[in-house]
Antibody, heavy 115, light 107 residues
């Protein structure tokens, strides 16, 4: 089993950037996906990063504004989101990928964007 | 991009009822659909992957099937602990889009 532990809650002003980290331990895994959930809303897929190659795929909506990186030494995956807006206020989750490989999720990180 | 529609958006059923949730892909995606359960305030949990493979540890009352581009999640006998929102997700190729969700309540 893989355990994923995310960094803590963040409060940011509009236009700022945020980095959310996801530290993995336990079994190996193929990749990490990032999903967010705005208050009272559904799940939104943001992107995916390969655990070994660092290859990435982003949802069109986040292309150019989000960057996902992996540090194999520290087994930490980081998601940076820039030019924050109020509608980026959400809980951000990392999760192992693909489905069925394993099913491990981080605990979620609340990012609040407010002036 | 391939869209995932989900129906119904919400339902209420009695304990013991058979519940069916449907997800429709706008294009062919083979069996690359996963189903998740999310209880209020909790992290999503994988129930089904490959359209019909039950994730380890998930109760056998949950099952999944596919007919063409229609995917179905069935709860054979609804239990009080099944109150949650259920999401489908396509994963044949990026973007790995989620359906809008189905909120399940117990009468």
């Amino acid at each position: 089993q893989v355990q994923l532990v995310q960094s803590g809650a963040e409060v940011k002003k509009p236009g700022a950037s945020v980095k959310v980290s996801c530290k993995a331990s336990g079994d190996s895994f193929s990749g990490i996906t990032w999903v967010r959930q705005a208050p009272g809303r559904g799940l939104e897929w943001m992107g995916w990063i390969s655990a070994d190659s660092g290859n990435t795929k982003y949802a069109q909506k986040f292309q150019g504004r989000a960057t996902m990186t992996t540090n194999t030494l520290t087994t930490t995956v980081t998601m940076e989101l820039r030019s924050l807006r109020s509608d980026d206020t959400a809980v951000y989750f990392c999760a192992t990928w693909p489905p069925g490989d394993s099913d491990s999720w981080g605990q979620g990180t609340l990012v609040t964007v407010s002036s | 991009d391939i869209q995932m529609t989900q129906s119904p958006s919400s339902l209420s059923a009695s304990v013991g009822d058979r519940v069916t949730i449907t997800c429709r892909a706008s294009q062919y995606i083979s069996n690359y659909v996963a189903w998740y359960q999310q209880k209020p305030g909790k992290v999503p949990k994988l129930l089904i992957y490959g359209a019909s493979t039950l994730q380890s540890g998930v109760p056998s009352r949950f099952s999944g099937s596919r007919s063409g581009t229609d995917f179905t999640l069935t709860i054979s006998s609804l239990q009080p602990e099944d109150v949650a929102t259920y999401y489908c997700q396509k994963y044949n190729s990026p973007p790995f889009t989620f359906g809008p969700g189905t909120k399940v309540a117990v009468k």
